[in-house]
Each structure stands twice: as structure tokens, then as C-alpha cells.
């Protein structure tokens, strides 16, 4: 039989709210380095622990429109070009997503094997996960629907599972499904737990494209009669697929186990010991980081004395520990989170109630990326307010203006090459200029090292939204 390529489906999106925090909505948990073990994030590791697998193409890649920057340059930081990266308009679950893939890896003509990973999880074992995937694709040559189960170490309430036909005392074979079950009761958690069956649901599967594509079709067709209109009518939009939004408005919102795994009889788990864990909790950090003598795991600024089983984190600022057992402290910028460890799921809670108090701290850090850089807000009042800004060597931000504020920048470090109403002018460190009120302006780095400045604004309305592009590198509308 001659072996199929295959191609990663990498899912970016989720705003991993129980690690508020660090995690936020325009900065989520899959685009942060969370263990601190090889300086690389949890979406850079999806990839890189999948590279021993044969006959890999490069990877789809689906996610929200407004992370779009943040996937390519963490994937140009590890020197990958992905195939395509999929912008979708709004979350519509798993299924719409892997049908997207599907029909998008057979527009050459081929049909290859689709492995779908989201981007958040932690494998410690990746050779028995290569391993895993070596076999599973034998049975997704053979026309099954393969799923990944993870085997239970705990009593989960917190996860679905799956029950297989039969046990297969641990080998590594694809078992036919015979129920999915949602998340459970404890005391039925624990019965799960004395019963080899059962596996944890994984959300990874492994399968070739027209066999995911026909049973689309067979248990959820308006799903795929959608997405074939939103692909059709994509726009490509510099390295970016834009999905039709009408269109994909239209799909239902379906987990792909809902739409098809749950109906199919192509189903097959792939019972994996891999050391996974999908990190949904400051608890399931803590669990799987790297500890002291006394199970304590410490990250950045942190000074801990006579203290156990606590997770101390800081971003930013020194965080001091005394005396203190089973804690989770997370220190950014704008919030420092103070929970018993074994609380920190209430955490979704907490930023539930923000949003609903409309506060800034739900949803974004106060260091907030753009394709050109990042800015920092330094500190703010009710009409001004003082950012720190970092153009990466040869970007631009957009040719703009705005209706309400007015802006003066301070060059600290590099050169700014400043174009105010047609005018252009080189301003190197300890020079500034003054933007006025309805001024068209540009500003570019056009250094080799990054351009960092201080900005003043200062106006009746200081807000992100008061910005009117003209012309911009990065095809973004007002």
C-alpha cells in the first residue's frame, strides 16, 4: 500500500480563561511558553514534537482573525512556512474547522491523512506519541476515523472519555469506539478509572480527508455545504485564507465529535500513554511543571522560603513567598492572581465577572502585539495617556490619522523614519516630534535594530478605536 502525506491540522483558537491571568482573550494560553522547558510555546511545540513523523507536510493552521500576526510570527520563529493559515470570522467549533482542512487538502487532487492537534496541549513523552501516530495511520489508511485516548490517571471529572469495544492491554492498536461519554460524576469518574476501556477524550484524531469529508456529508451536510461556500469564496490576504463570513456565519456550531464521531461507524481509538495533558488549569500546570524538593514550581522574579506545593509566577515584578502551602500566584503587569491551588478552576468565574464589570483586565494585557511590533501602556488618565512602543527592523505601522487625540514620540533606542502629512524626517535617539489632531502619519523603523519610543497622547478620546487608516502593509480596515 503506498503511504498518504500527511498533513497537521493545528487548531489556534480558545482564549484559555482558568489561566487568567497570563491567559487572555487577545493573548491566549497556546501563544505563551508555559513550561518553561525549551523557551518555545505551547503552539510552536505542537509542531516541533511532530517531526519525526514520515511523509509530513507543512501544516494548516486555523484561528481567529484577530491572533493572526501572533500564529505567523510564531511559526516564522521556528522556520516554518505553513500551506495556509485559515482565518475564521467567528468561532464555530471543531467541526466546521476540520471540514475547512479537508476540503482544502483535496483541492490538488490528493488525498492525504489529516492529523488534528490543538495547540494547546502538553505531550511529555513524544516518542510514544511518534510511536502512536506511526499506528494510528495504519488504520487511517484503512478508511477508520482514528481518535487518541488518553489513559486516566485520575478520577477526571473534568474531561470526556471514551469507552473501546474491548481492552487491548495497552498495545498500540486502533480499537472500534462504542460510546463517547460526556464529562462525568466523580463516583462514575472512578469506575472509568478501574476499567481499561476507558480513556480520556483527547480532541487529537487522525484521518484521511475524503473519509472525513463522507461522513460530513452523511451525518452533518449543512456544515459541509457551508464550508464549501466559505472556502470557495475565500480572499487570500497576504499569507492569510480569509473564510467567506457569511457563509461561515451559516455553519453550526459542532464539536467534530457531535457532528460525526458520535454517529459514525468508522470510529477508532488509539489508546496513548504520552504524558498529556491539556493544561486547563493552574492545578494541571503545577502538576506537570518541573518541581523543587518541595513541590513547589517557581518562574521568573520569585523568592521562596519555607513553603510547599505552591506555583509562584512572575511576569514582571519580585513576588516574595513565606511560609505559604498549597498557593497559585500569578504576577503580571495589571493583576496578580492569589488562589489555593486546589480552587484555581473557579478561576473561569473570576474573569466571567470581570467582563461583566466591562474591566480592561479580562480581556488584554496591557503589552499588546501588532504585525509591525508591540505596544505597552505605561500609565493613563481620563485624556492622556503614555505607551511604550517596539517596531520590529523594517515595519511600518499604518498611514493614519485621528479624529480626538494628538501625539508627541520620543525616540529612546534606534531610528524612526516619521512621515506627517507628506513631510518625512529621520529622528534618531533623544529627538521627538509632535503629531497634531488630524494629522496623516506614518511611522517606520528603517534600522536594523528595534525602534523603541516613548508616546504621549493626549486628547477628548483616547481609545484604540479612534484610528482611521489610510493605508496600511498589513491589509487591516478600519
Not at 510552536?44 to 507536510?57: D, E, S, V
Request: glycine share 6%; net charge positive; hydrophobic share 35%.
Amino acid at each position: 500500500m503506498t503511504q498518504s502525506s500527511l498533513i497537521p491540522v493545528i487548531l489556534c483558537g480558545g482564549s484559555g480563561t482558568r489561566l487568567w491571568p497570563l491567559s487572555r482573550e487577545s493573548y491566549p494560553k497556546q501563544f505563551w511558553d508555559l513550561t518553561g522547558d525549551s523557551n518555545k510555546t505551547l503552539l510552536q511545540q505542537t509542531h516541533q514534537r511532530i517531526q519525526n513523523i514520515r511523509g509530513l507536510q507543512e501544516p494548516y493552521l486555523i484561528c481567529n482573525e484577530k491572533h493572526r500576526f501572533i500564529v505567523a510570527e510564531q511559526m516564522r520563529e521556528i522556520n516554518v512556512q505553513p500551506q495556509a493559515i485559515f482565518l475564521e470570522p467567528v468561532g464555530r467549533d471543531t467541526a466546521p474547522a476540520v471540514t475547512i482542512a479537508a476540503l482544502k487538502a483535496q483541492e490538488k487532487g490528493e488525498d492525504p491523512l489529516l492529523l488534528v492537534l490543538s495547540s494547546d496541549h502538553i505531550i511529555a513523552n513524544n516518542e510514544n506519541f511518534t510511536k502512536a501516530i506511526d499506528e494510528g495511520r495504519q488504520a487511517a489508511e484503512s478508511g477508520k476515523l482514528v481518535t487518541f485516548g488518553i489513559y486516566p490517571t485520575a478520577p477526571e471529572t473534568g474531561y470526556g472519555y471514551i469507552e473501546a469495544t474491548e481492552n487491548d492491554n495497552k498495545s498500540l492498536i486502533a480499537l472500534p469506539i462504542k460510546r463517547f461519554v460526556e464529562k462525568p460524576d466523580l463516583k462514575t469518574a472512578e469506575q472509568f478509572l478501574k476499567d481499561s476501556r476507558f480513556t480520556w477524550n483527547s480532541g487529537m484524531f487522525l484521518f484521511k480527508a475524503s473519509v472525513i469529508l463522507q461522513e460530513i456529508e452523511r451525518f452533518s451536510p449543512e456544515i459541509l455545504s457551508h464550508c464549501k461556500k466559505a472556502l470557495k469564496d475565500n480572499s487570500k490576504d497576504l499569507d492569510f485564507l480569509r473564510l467567506n463570513v457569511q457563509a461561515f456565519h451559516k455553519c453550526p456550531s459542532l464539536s467534530i465529535d457531535k457532528a460525526v464521531m458520535e454517529k459514525t461507524n468508522l470510529g477508532a481509538v488509539l489508546q496513548l500513554n504520552a504524558g498529556w495533558n491539556d493544561i486547563g488549569s493552574w492545578q494541571s500546570l503545577w502538576e506537570t511543571s518541573t518541581k523543587d524538593k518541595n513541590g513547589n514550581v517557581l518562574k521568573g522574579k520569585v523568592i521562596l522560603e519555607d513553603s510547599k506545593n505552591c506555583y509562584l509566577r512572575s511576569e514582571k515584578r519580585l513576588v516574595v513567598g513565606l511560609g505559604v502551602k498549597d498557593l497559585i500566584v500569578v504576577e503580571t503587569d495589571d493583576a496578580v492572581l492569589v488562589a489555593d491551588r486546589q480552587q484555581s478552576q473557579k478561576v473561569k468565574s473570576i474573569v466571567a465577572t470581570l467582563k461583566n464589570n466591562k474591566s480592561a483586565e479580562a480581556k488584554a494585557h496591557t503589552k499588546i502585539y501588532r504585525p509591525w511590533g508591540h505596544y505597552t501602556s505605561i500609565v493613563q488618565g481620563k485624556r492622556w495617556q503614555v505607551k511604550k512602543i517596539e517596531v520590529k527592523s523594517g515595519a511600518s505601522l499604518s498611514l493614519q490619522m485621528h479624529h480626538h487625540r494628538s501625539e508627541h514620540w520620543v525616540v529612546v533606542k534606534g531610528t524612526a523614519l516619521v512621515e506627517r502629512d507628506g513631510e518625512k524626517q529621520l529622528l534618531e535617539e533623544n529627538q521627538s516630534t509632535y503629531i497634531p489632531l488630524g494629522c496623516k502619519h506614518r511611522l517606520t523603523n528603517p534600522g536594523k535594530i528595534p525602534l523603541e519610543l516613548i508616546e504621549v497622547q493626549s486628547g477628548a478620546y483616547i481609545g484604540e478605536d479612534d484610528i482611521v487608516r489610510i493605508d496600511d502593509n498589513y491589509g487591516r480596515k478600519n
